[in-house]
């Protein structure tokens, strides 16, 4: 699933390829992901800008913003007068003849359409917890002594701190010296320290390398994702660690595969 970094690349890409044009129609091949009448809603509207909060890239528009979410798989492609592929199932014709196309295997992908005083103050940016960037360690620390669920858990949780997921919650651990199993509540104020101002420094790098390429997620805007070549844990099972040259150790987490260190990470 594409994550705070990748999602930064998509929107940045996007915003200097398709802003300052109008969309002219929009045409929705699976209706339970844009209903006709947001299709309809789209038409005429200028695309002014695009921005990003958590995982949701948001197309600020004339009147309206337009929130859409990748879900596990979700990518888009610009394309001119190409045959529409099995898995595009919305497409925005331009001004400029090219069409902006969004692809999703798995159709887990959303689009939510708000008025400009709606996008912030009603679901699902309402509910969202600060990035990392915008987040006080101290008040951070504090959100994890209300929680006994796993820290990693927690790290997921994006009531708490929006934009990480699975690959960049692992790095963050590691480099904050905690195991993903630990509860969330016995992290002490130098670790959720260490987590934010750490992981705004992981989160900052994968964005200049343009995100982690990584399984299924591809960016699909011609830009290549390297931060995968800096991984220090995830997906590195059975590998030696580059700090201490144990074995990467690989535990399920709520459902998620986690990668740590438990020498250099603490329990």
């Known amino acids: 699933m ?24 929009v ?5 339970k992901m844009m209903s006709q009448a947001v299709a309809q809603a789209l038409s005429g509207q200028q695309i002014l800008t695009m ?24 990518r888009y492609f610009i394309k001119t007068d190409e045959p529409v592929l099995k898995h595009e199932h919305v ?29 912030y103050t009603t679901p699902p940016l309402s ?10 360690p101290e008040d951070f620390y504090n959100r994890l002594k209300q929680s006994k669920k796993p820290i ?14 699975n690959i960049y919650a692992d790095e963050i651990l590691f480099a904050s010296h905690v195991q993903p199993l630990r509860r969330a509540d016995k992290v002490t104020k130098k670790e959720a ?13 994968a964005i200049e390398a343009g995100g982690t390429t990584i399984r299924t997620y591809v960016s699909s805007l011609g830009v290549t994702g390297r931060f995968q070549l800096t991984l220090m844990v995830h997906q590195r099972k059975d590998e030696q660690c580059y700090i201490c040259g144990d074995q990467i150790q690989k535990v399920v987490v709520g459902g998620r595969s986690s990668f740590y260190c438990k020498t250099c990470q603490k329990r």
């Open 193 to 205: 320290t260490w987590m934010i101002e750490r992981g705004k420094g992981i989160l900052e790098s």
């Open 152 to 165: 990693k858990t927690a790290l997921l949780d994006q009531t708490i701190v929006s934009g990480i997921g």
């Open 127 to 136: 509910k969202l917890g600060k990035e990392p960037f915008d987040l006080n």
């Open 51 to 74: 921005n990003r909060l958590g995982k949701y890239i948001i197309f600020n528009l004339t009147n309206l913003d337009l929130i859409s979410h990748l879900r596990m798989e979700g």
């Open 2 to 25: 594409p994550e705070l970094p990748e999602v930064e690349t998509v929107k940045e890409t996007l915003k200097h390829q398709i802003s300052g044009l109008f969309i002219t129609k």
């Open 91 to 119: 497409v925005f014709h331009l001004s400029n003849g090219q069409t902006l196309r969004y692809h999703d295997t798995r159709k887990f992908g959303t689009f939510d359409l708000k008025t400009k005083d709606q996008t």
């Open 27 to 31: 045409v929705v091949y699976y209706d």
